[in-house]
């Protein structure tokens, strides 16, 4: 079978001739198979179809005596396997299974039975699991660390999965190559499903990989069709198309390569390749790559992004298939050379389209020993590409060699062919070997296009040829072959008067379409068409050319005129155009170009030539003519601008491709010249939220002002703030709202901040921020690693240092190209730990519901899931966490030499806060050496102990440090610390046998609970260096003193101590005498005697640890006890069950060290060991008699389990065990566990606190200040009582006032007097006439003094009225008065007489001050019986009482001299000048000055004033005044209570009231009190402090003083000064309370007298 292709053409002309292949002796034509692997054609099933039966078959048979064809043989399949290695042991969790009854397998027995299904109702245990040991790197159990946990070959590149507490070792390769990069795929329930790795490795556990390969959890591998022929660089993993896409430094895939000749060349990647999961195979990709290397990949949206150093597609004619266009032998000229004589195989065209064996008219064969040649001769010139041959075995005879030469001119031809055995590319000319079998071998014509070009036909024996270019041809013979089976094939159809052509000097024929010249317009010329579909096998962009045979061919050039060619490009573009055909020899011109998509069943292009309408004629031509010959379509670059991105849509088989390339570069792109290292994308938090695509690399855009990085957004290229990076950016990731980047920069490009080649870039505000110091070297990868949770970025690259702190204060830290840094927290923090350099880290994105796992690679020595110093925790989220901040872990001491041996959570008391304390052999950042606490993630330093801690316990705040002595450095066994002070707590030391603290050793340190005693065991004979204590002490501490226990036999070093109840369990060697040696002994604290424990004479060695057991609710005096046995040195385990020891079934290696034993409830076992049903089931479970249901027991050291297994920490139940923890150190030996320990309170005990001489002194002053406090207090109350008793008496006193005095025997009545006749019904008559006459007297407190009427006021000093002489007036109106006048002195009201007053009732005005009522009560009641008794012995007292205290007429007097009585209340004079008395005679002479001020406490409406005469005092007549000055009389209070309970709509108003008849008003109410009760109250803020009355006027001359006139009433509130005191004045209602300083000789406790009125006046 022949191919051809035309020069500098990426598709041959599609001048379809018939399957014909050439022989010698015989010639078979039959479908070849076209091979699926490594082809990079796109493949549907009509082209696979297609390509299975090509055209012409051609068995040659050169220098023997036949040549035959087998149809039986297919074509080479070249496919190859996929590689996998051993599988691996069972995963920890099937051991888990087993263990705790999880289903077995298939065909596989569990040890535990199955559990009915139940509640859970146990309470998970609060508070973090210490684990502390002697390793570097802690995980989970791995089954694939083979006893060694993660033991590591240095010279091996190892491949290890990674969780957040497990490391995994997948596999080890060669030191031959790295991995350097990796991606994966997951299922559809988020669970991992298979790594993809690649870099330069080239094999795998002794598998061939070609530089990428896939691995999934078990180890298994994958070689990828044989992967790629170059460097990996980069990979992706798409989990939606379960696609896989590479990018690195290669040509091709090795299957391409390795398969055949035909299509090595159009499997070309060109750096870019895709593998496609579901078929296992690559992808063709009709672009053929790229022309530069691909450095990273990402995907935005339904795009992936390829990044690089590239700047076109590899699309061009050079990368094609070589097996796509054959040629038609029926409709070429065969002759054979010295053929045959025997009848049925001489005749060459047996063999074309040929399906059967070595038979007659099947096989050509020539004459025996004789040459002969195969003769093919083209219908048409055209360029050969590959040549198939079949040998023939037809009675033995077969073909050792060929030779090709051109027909023309009998050139020999170099070919080339693969060879079978290396499957590489051979070349040949003048000897080209051909296998003596059935199969179809292929030879690629390798000479360059000049020579091949235009070829006529060959001289050889051929099998099968194809051409490279697509082409179609006006006459359908040569279109195709009729043997071919090709679903979608070349065609032409023709509508009108079209004529096949052929001329003499042309190769070949063509059509003409000749009209009149008059007729060119008319419609049967222009619907004269030839439609011209060309098989296009892959889309992209082609050049159409159009083959024109010259007119002097047929003399017709005066005829020739244009064609109109429309080409139907793709589903939205057709460019039609017009093609002059005036040539006179024979041409090929180019038509247009454009992008065209691949043939299918949906769509095809298609070419229609027709008779231009416009087309130039010439002017003597009597008609015109256009012809048809052929279009060839050229294959071409697409793209020559990418500049270092192509976004590929991540479908590219979509029906898309119609309307478009699903491949393209970015709407607005880079600069040229631009190389991206990095891509990645995320959703930025801006004002504008949308997805980003991050770029990052070696480029910069000057006009647009960016420089490494940049985003594109919305269709464009944009910078990032500070213009982006000054330097190279090598890597990014995008964790959060953050993109973090790697790589080799300082700073920012504006210059404006430092950044230490790394750097945080926060898109919620635009800025750029420092990752501390940064890194010491260049950053190669910058990944989040999910392990870690959503907030961990992991950097990689050639650094030995990252700089943590903050700038100024940096602190350099060690590292081996790996760092990881915490988003959240802001800092660097611990790694995984990866003894040694790594090649390859990766993980995806946190996502939730998706397994977090990472992969890394390189030379390690050893590996873990976290890197931890000797110290970790296991967390309630049963986790295994480190504790301690990257750079402050604890290291090796000055001799190398690191362990940690003991710890405990130290608190003070059960309320403080527990604070982590390890003991050991190792130093911390600080100096601290051996012992340390952790504070704020770092190790501190915590005392100076310069020997080994072995054992670590606090009794309140005392820590208790106990080890192996090293004098030399002031370590002698035993130091006490104090916690609160910081330093040593002063004890006496202990002493070994030779008198010195040389030999001593602490093993342990216990508390006993409640109490001030602490026990301590080792190896010493002596405390303070008189008291013999051998092997165990205690001490008090709160004495300080060393005691020994009872007397006991105890000959030999305690190993350990455990309090069980009141009983002290002893471990040891002990030996007395010849007694048998004891390896436990019991110290009863009830009888302070020691003995035996029953059974313990079985246990076989000593006791290295003792635990306390519980029953699975509580703590029991029984215990768990495990040691080395004295007969082989195996270690052993019994059980103490408050009875006796016993021993049940244990089973463990015997070099099997135990340092542990912990009681674990099934709570705290991580979720991933035993799911929710097998704990359930380990709950209920209790066939076990050693470990209680629900519980199993964690052992701890360095054990080597029953199934060969080496782990630092198992879980052990019923004789089974499963591994749990791994540990490894930096050299790749195993570490080991020393001690597991819970977060728990205190032990409680009794300490005696005493006090320093500086404490008791400050405690005395304070107490003598409390004392002084007291007395203080003491006397403000007796201050507080005795105001009290002032402001009652004041209450009393200030009647005084009020009352007007006479000389003893006047027949003047007081105002005590009226005041105890106001509750009777008397003779007494109200003048209800000139009851609002400007002379009738107001009630002070707002009633009118006679009728109780209420009066309008607007604070607590209303209308102040006048009393009129003569009128009977009531007490309540007179005391209110009274009162008044002692609450203010200045504020009187005028009314006016005119005026109807608008009265109103107040009801919440009828109470009065608490302090006067019961006061007023009694007065009362006092007050009229001492007048009921005068009354009655006087004989005066008659049916009125109240008319023996009948308020005497006031007297007025004239002008004159004269005094008259006033019944209607008119005066002309009220005193007389000359009148004896001075104060009359003053008031006399004040009144003829003119108007009387109201300056008194009474006053007229119309300015006038009159002031009661004065009366006697009497002790009734002051009860009588307190009363009124409480507000109310018994019968008044009386009228009160029943007025509160009536509602508004029955009661009186007060005119009615007042016009009522004593007789007529309610019982028990007085005439005089009137109507209303309602009296306004004294302030509240008033009330509680005591009054005091003006002596005279004070005039304020300085802010905060003062001011008031004399007869005011002060309330005083601060009488703490002897000269200044602090009071209020109330001017009256609608005026403001005043405050401030007065002098106190101002003022008086008594109300002013009337002796004191002149003054006042």
């Keep these: 079978m022949v191919n051809r292709r035309p020069s500098a053409g990426l598709w041959a002309r599609s001048r379809a001739t018939t399957d014909d292949v050439v022989t010698e002796n015989r010639i078979a034509t039959r479908p070849v198979s076209r091979t699926s692997a490594g082809s990079h054609t796109r493949t549907t099933s009509w082209s696979r179809t297609w390509l299975r039966c090509a055209a012409a078959l051609a068995l040659v048979l050169l220098a023997t005596p036949s040549l035959a064809a087998d149809p039986t043989h297919a074509a080479l399949d070249a496919a190859s396997q996929s590689l996998t290695t051993d599988p691996t042991p069972d995963t920890f969790i099937g051991e888990l299974g087993k263990l705790f009854g999880k289903d077995a397998e298939e065909g596989e027995d569990s040890s535990v039975e199955e559990a009915s299904a139940g509640t859970d109702d146990d309470d998970d245990d609060e508070g973090s699991i210490g684990i502390v040991g002697a390793f570097n790197g802690v995980s989970w159990f791995s089954p694939n660390s083979k006893g060694a946990a993660l033991a590591l070959d240095s010279d091996m590149s190892s491949l290890l999965m990674l969780s957040e507490s497990s490391a995994t070792l997948l596999a080890a390769a060669s030191s031959s190559g790295q991995v350097t990069t990796a991606c994966a795929l997951y299922n559809k329930d988020g669970s991992f499903a298979r790594a993809f790795m690649g870099g330069s490795v080239s094999s795998l556990n002794s598998t061939t990989v070609g530089y990428v390969f896939s691995i999934d959890g078990s180890g298994k591998i994958d070689s990828m069709a044989g992967g790629v022929n170059g460097p990996v660089n980069a990979l992706y993993c798409d989990n939606d198309t379960q696609l896989v896409y590479v990018g690195g430094n290669f040509t091709s895939t090795v299957a391409g390569l390795t398969t055949s000749v035909a299509t090595m060349r159009a499997v070309s990647t060109g750096s870019l390749a895709i593998y496609e999961t579901a078929t296992a195979a690559w992808r063709a990709l009709s672009f053929h790559g790229l022309d530069g290397p691909v450095f990273d990949f990402t995907k935005v949206k339904d795009h992936v992004y390829a990044v690089g150093a590239f700047t076109a597609t590899a699309d061009n004619a050079t990368h094609i298939a070589l097996d796509e266009q054959p040629i038609n032998l029926n409709a070429c000229t065969l002759t054979g050379g010295n053929s045959a004589e025997t009848e049925g195989f001489s005749d060459p065209h047996n063999i074309i389209c040929t399906s059967g064996a070595d038979s007659a008219g099947n096989t050509w064969l020539m004459r025996d020993k004789l040459p002969g040649y195969y003769r093919i001769d083209f219908p048409f010139r055209t360029t050969p590409s590959l040549l198939r041959l079949m040998n023939t075995l037809q009675d033995g005879r077969g073909t050792k060699a060929i030779r090709i030469e051109a027909a023309q001119n009998n050139q020999v031809l170099a070919m080339s062919y693969l060879d079978p055995e290396s499957r590489t590319e051979m070349f040949c000319g003048q000897s080209c070997p051909l296998p003596q079998d059935y199969n179809w071998h292929e030879f690629r014509f390798v000479d360059n296009d000049e020579t091949l070009a235009n070829i006529t036909g060959v001289i050889i024996n051929i099998v099968d040829w194809y051409g490279m270019d697509a082409e179609v041809h006006a006459i359908d013979d040569y279109n195709s072959s009729p043997c071919s089976a090709q679903t979608i094939r070349p065609s032409s159809q023709v509508t009108g008067n079209w004529q096949q052509t052929t001329a003499a000097s042309y190769k070949g024929a063509y059509l003409t379409l000749s009209v009149n010249r008059n007729d060119i317009a008319s419609a049967a010329a222009q619907s004269a068409t030839v439609t011209m579909v060309p098989f296009v096998p892959e889309s992209g962009f082609y050049k159409v050319y159009m083959s024109i045979p010259g007119c002097q061919n047929t003399n017709t050039c005066i005829s020739r005129t244009s064609a109109k060619v429309t080409w139907l490009m793709n589903g939205k573009h057709s460019i039609v155009t017009t093609i002059k055909q005036h040539n006179l020899v024979d041409d090929e011109v180019e038509v247009l170009s454009g992008y065209v998509p691949a043939s299918s069943q949906n769509f095809s292009s298609a070419i229609y030539v027709q008779l231009a309408s416009d087309g130039a004629v010439d002017p003597q031509a009597a008609t015109v003519e256009v012809v048809v010959d052929s279009f060839r379509l050229e294959r071409i670059t697409s793209y020559t601008n990418l500049n270092g991105v192509l976004q590929l849509h991540d479908d590219l088989t979509s029906d898309l491709q119609v309307n478009g390339p699903l491949y393209e570069p970015l709407s607005a792109g880079l600069p040229a010249g631009s190389q991206v290292y990095s891509a990645t994308h995320g959703v930025s938090n801006d004002t504008n939220p949308e997805d980003t695509l991050f770029l990052g690399g070696q480029f910069f855009d000057g006009e647009h002002g960016y ?128 003894q040694g350099q790594p090649s390859m880290l990766y993980s995806d994105s946190w996502k939730d519901g998706q397994d977090s796992v990472a992969f890394a690679a390189g030379e390690f020595t050893a590996a873990a899931a976290l890197e931890a110093n000797g110290a970790v925790l296991l967390t309630p989220s049963q986790n295994i966490q480190a504790i301690d901040m990257m750079g402050y872990d604890l290291q090796p001491d000055t001799e190398g030499r690191f362990m940690v041996n003991a710890g405990l959570w130290y608190a003070k008391s059960n309320g403080s806060t527990p604070a982590l304390v390890v003991g050991g052999r190792f130093s911390t950042l600080d100096g601290g050496a051996n012992v340390a606490r952790l504070q704020d993630g770092k190790w501190q330093r915590l005392g100076d102990v310069g020997g080994e801690v072995l054992t670590l316990n606090n009794a309140a705040n005392l820590l208790f440090v106990g080890g192996v002595a090293n004098v030399s450095a002031g370590f002698t066994g035993l130091t006490v610390l104090d916690m609160d002070k910081g330093r040593e707590y002063d004890t006496q030391r202990l002493q070994g046998p030779n008198g010195d603290s040389t030999d001593v050793r602490v093993n342990r340190v216990a508390i006993r609970a409640d109490t001030s005693m602490v026990v301590v065991g080792g190896n010493f004979t002596a405390a303070g260096g008189m008291l013999e204590c051998p092997y165990i002490c205690t001490l008090d501490i709160n004495e300080g003193q060393w005691s020994p226990l009872a007397t006991s036999a105890l000959i030999g070093p305690v190993t350990d101590l455990l309090f069980a109840k009141d009983s002290l369990i002893v471990a040891g060697t002990f030996k007395n005498g010849t007694q048998p040696t004891r390896y436990l002994q019991r110290y009863d604290f009830s009888t302070n005697v020691w003995s035996d424990i029953d059974g313990a004479d079985r246990v076989p060695g000593p006791v290295t640890v003792l635990t306390a057991a519980s029953d699975g609710t509580e703590t029991t005096d029984g215990f768990y006890m495990t040691g080395v046995s004295m007969a082989d040195a195996s270690p052993y385990f019994f059980k103490y069950d408050g009875t006796t020891v016993v021993s049940p079934d244990f089973t463990i290696g015997a070099q099997s060290t135990i340092n542990g034993l912990l009681e674990v409830p099934r709570s705290r076992i991580p979720s991933s060991v035993l799911g929710d049903s097998k704990s359930q089931e380990l709950r209920r479970r209790s066939d076990d008699p050693v470990i209680p249901a629900g519980y199993v027991l964690a052992i701890s050291g360095d054990l080597f389990l029953p199934s060969g297994q080496r782990a630092s920490n198992a879980f052990f139940y019923n ?235 006031a007297h007025h007097y004239d002008g004159k001299g004269d005094r008259s009585e006033s019944p209607d209340y008119t005066r002309t004079s009220m005193y007389r000048s000359d009148s004896t008395n001075p104060f009359e005679q003053r008031m006399a002479l004040r009144e003829s000055q003119g108007t009387f001020p109201p300056a008194g406490p009474f006053g007229d409406d119309d300015g006038t004033g009159h002031i009661p005469m004065p009366s006697p005092r009497h002790m009734h007549a002051e009860h009588a005044t307190a009363a009124a000055l409480a507000g109310a009389t018994a019968a008044v209070a009386a009228k009160d209570s029943r007025r509160r309970s009536e509602s508004a709509s029955t009661r009186h108003t007060d005119a009615d009231y007042a016009s009522q008849s004593p007789s007529s008003r309610p019982s028990g109410e007085s005439s005089v009190g009137g109507g209303s009760s309602t009296h306004l109250p004294i302030r509240d803020s008033l009330k509680q402090y005591p009054a005091f009355y003006a002596k005279f006027t004070f005039s304020s001359r300085e802010t905060g003083e003062l001011g008031f006139r004399a007869g005011e009433r002060v309330f005083v509130i601060d009488q703490s000064d002897e000269i200044w005191w602090m009071g209020i004045v109330d001017h009256g209602a609608d005026q403001p309370l005043e405050q401030g300083v007065f002098p106190a000789t101002y003022v008086n406790s008594e109300p002013p007298k009337s002796t004191d009125w002149p003054d006042l006046m």
């Design 707 to 834: 420089y490494s990085i940049a985003q594109y957004r919305g269709d464009k290229v944009s910078a990032l703030s500070s213009a982006g990076l000054w330097g190279d950016v090598r890597a990014m990731a995008f964790v959060g709202t953050s993109l973090y980047v790697g790589g080799s920069f300082n700073g920012t490009a504006d210059f404006a901040t430092a950044l230490g080649n790394v750097g945080e870039y926060n898109t919620t505000d635009q800025t750029w921020y420092p990752m501390a110091g940064g890194v010491g070297g260049v950053v190669s990868a910058a990944v989040p690693y999910a392990p870690f949770g959503p907030r961990a970025v992991a950097f990689m690259g050639d650094f030995k240092s990252v700089y943590a702190g903050e700038a100024g204060h940096l602190l350099e830290l060690g590292v081996e190209g790996l760092a990881m840094w915490d988003a959240l927290a802001g800092g660097w923090t611990n790694t995984p730990f990866l």
């Design 1215 to 1449: 004789n089974e065990w499963v591994p749990f923890m791994s540990t490894v150190q930096n050299d790749g030996s195993p570490g080991y566990i020393t001690s597991v320990f819970f977060e728990i309170p205190p032990t409680n005990v009794y300490q005696r606190q005493r006090l320093s001489v500086a404490l008791v002194i400050i405690i005395a002053i304070a107490i003598a200040l409390g004392i002084t406090l007291l007395i203080v207090v003491v006397g403000l109350v007796y201050i507080y009582l005795r105001n009290r008793r002032e402001a009652a008496a004041t209450a009393s006193a200030a009647s005084a006032a009020l009352a007007a005095t006479t000389a003893g025997g006047t027949t003047k009545a007081t105002l005590g007097a009226m005041a105890l006749g106001a509750g009777a019904a008397g003779t007494r008559q109200i003048q209800s006439d000139s009851f609002h006459n400007t002379s009738m007297a107001r009630d002070t407190w707002g009633n009118n003094a006679v009728t109780g009427e209420p009066v309008s006021f607007d604070n607590i000093a209303p209308n102040t009225g006048r009393l009129t002489s003569g009128s009977p007036i009531g007490l309540a109106g007179l005391a209110a008065a009274g009162r008044k006048a002692a609450v203010s002195s200045d504020t009187y009201v005028q009314h006016d007489t005119g005026k109807k007053r608008d009265i109103k009732y107040d009801e919440a005005n009828e109470s009065l001050d608490s302090i006067f009522e019961s006061a007023a009560a009694e007065a009362e009641a006092e007050a009229e019986n001492e007048a009921r008794e005068r009354a009655a012995s006087t004989g005066s007292f008659g049916t009125d009482p109240g008319a023996a205290y009948a308020m005497p007429t």
